[in-house]
């Protein structure tokens, strides 16, 4: 269970537009900023419940305005719709004393999968993320607003990682000396290797493997779920935190880091899947895919490493290192993604033709 009882969670969804009804809850404990709620009817799962982290996502009418704008673009035969649940108020979301809730509809016989070591799922997830692009494409980026500014921008995480190093304990700065020493070299290295003039588009800035829902039945990927992010971004960025989760075998915070790796087969499906969907990217932007398999990855590691120099304010942790202990594994996984450029040219060259000469 999560950390409100089912008593509280009712008093919740009465504030829905719900019909009357028995309903139970389970904690689901895979977010690290949000708490989430699957919500069942005798038994079957029928929504999904979430109190919005108020700390992180200040502006909640924002971020609400991006996800009813975004959902009523994402709609096709291939792309599974979901649909919010209106207060009885009739907005998207309610706030009691406890904080911002919202609920969602749960997609029957569809599930998730943190980690593969299957093509067809990489495939799949390549298909569905250029999908997504494909019908977000048609976005007007004057109606979404930057909920989290500069989310994925490597100058603010930097200014935000040396005033960590400043604040820092002695002790923690002796812990995480060559981590520190190898954050400085590569922001150098990538400040050089960045290209400020590629198009924005409405990305959904989070698209790790597990935010894909694919269907139980047959693996196909349905649509992508978790859209607090959703808001302008370059498309490289949804391209290595999609690769970065599924082209490593391993979970985000693996210790042991002879598990952590760059499968190349495992890109290729990847890069296959998108070529269906993906004659909306520039010449440019298709260059730029590399960049984003090495520029994650290290992004995630120096916001977990400023957040474990900062005391864990930010991310959920479950124990005291947790944030350096994915920091170490993100960081790993960066250096595996440098040595595989060469590659990932060659891969990105056969299946991705540039449409947009
Ligand atoms: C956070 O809570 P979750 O897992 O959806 C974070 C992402 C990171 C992720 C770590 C708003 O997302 O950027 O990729 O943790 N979201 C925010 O994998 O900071
Ligand atoms: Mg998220």
């Known amino acids: 269970m999560g950390v409100h009882s ?23 404990n895979s977010g690290f900023i949000n708490d989430t709620y699957l919500v069942s009817e005798n038994d079957i799962p029928k929504y999904i419940l979430q109190r919005i982290n108020h700390g992180v996502f200040t502006n909640v009418e924002g971020l609400m305005g991006n ?62 993320i250029g999908k997504f692009h494909m019908l977000m494409g048609e976005a007007d980026l004057k109606k979404y607003t930057d909920t989290i500014p500069k989310f994925h921008n490597l ?26 020493e190898f954050a400085k070299n590569t922001l150098k290295m990538l400040e050089e290797m960045e290209n400020k003039e590629l198009p924005i588009r409405i990305c959904h800035n989070d698209t790790k493997l597990n935010n894909i829902l694919y269907s139980k039945e047959t693996q196909k990927a349905l649509c992508l779920i978790d859209l607090d992010t959703i808001m302008k971004g370059n498309f490289h960025y949804d391209f290595g935190d999609a690769i970065r989760t599924i082209v490593n075998t391993a979970p985000e915070d693996e210790q042991d880091h002879t598990k952590i790796t760059f499968e190349k087969n495992l ?21 730029a895919l590399p960049l984003g398999v090495i520029l994650m990855p290290f992004l995630h590691g120096i916001r977990a490493l400023t957040d474990y120099l900062n005391n864990n304010v930010y991310y959920k942790v479950a124990y005291e290192n947790q944030n350096l202990d994915r920091c170490l594994s993100l960081f790993d996984f960066t250096q595996k993604a440098l040595n595989e450029v060469d590659y990932m040219n060659n891969t990105i060259t056969k299946y991705l033709p540039a449409y947009n000469e």
């Open 6 to 28: 089912q008593e509280e969670l009712n008093e919740v969804i009465d504030n829905f537009d719900l019909k009357e009804n028995v309903y139970s809850f389970d904690g689901l």
């Open 67 to 128: 996800i009813g704008s975004a959902l009523k673009l994402l709609k096709a035969k291939d792309y599974t719709q979901i649909k919010l649940i209106k207060s009885k108020l009739g907005k998207t979301y309610f706030s009691d004393a406890k904080g911002f809730w919202r609920m969602m509809t749960y997609i029957q016989g569809s599930t998730t999968y943190d980690t593969t070591t299957s093509f067809d799922i990489a495939f799949e997830a390549g298909r569905v």
């Open 155 to 180: 100058e603010l995480r930097k200014m935000q990682f040396l005033a960590s190093l400043a604040r820092a304990s002695e002790a923690k700065l002796a812990v995480a000396s060559d981590t520190i």
């Open 267 to 287: 890109f290729e499906a990847f890069v296959n899947g998108l070529g269906y969907n993906g004659s909306f990217l520039t010449k440019e932007e298709i260059k």
